[in-house]
Structure formats: C-alpha cells, structure tokens
C-alpha cells in the first residue's frame, strides 16, 4: 500500500512551497504566522500542501503583479 492509494496529498516545506509561488521561504512563513496563507502546523515545522496553495492563489489579492509605472506619462 503506497501513500498514493491512500489519498494522501504530501506537504512541502516552506523552500518547496516558496519556490511554486516565486515568493522567498522567509515571506512565506512570515504570512503563514500571519494567518495570511493556508498551512500545517507539525510542531513548530510549518508546511503547506501544493493544492491548498494553487487555490489560494487563484483567489488570493495579496500577490499582485507587478505592473512598471510609465516614466514618460504616456498613455495616461
């Protein structure tokens, strides 16, 4: 019996989790203590699962992209 069969989704570090969203681990586990971001508590560790992540993030208004001011004023 593998964990596959079991339906039981493996959590990912902060490292792992940082790298999926392009946001450095530090500010991620800063946002996790804030209550900003779902995650997993196993002690102190905390971990994320991918999939909590993916839909928190199709929903999320805390990362916005990043958009370059226009230095000419053209356009506005």
Do not use: C
């Amino acid at each position: 019996m593998d964990i596959k069969t079991l339906g039981f989704e493996p959590l990912i570090s902060a490292a792992e989790a940082g790298q999926l969203l392009g946001v450095h681990p530090v500010t991620l586990l800063r946002w996790a203590r804030e209550g900003k971001v779902p995650h997993r508590r196993l002690g102190r560790r905390i971990t994320f699962r991918a999939s909590e992540l993916n839909s928190w993030y199709a929903g999320s208004t805390l990362v916005v992209p990043f958009v370059s001011p226009n230095p000419r004023g053209e356009g506005t």
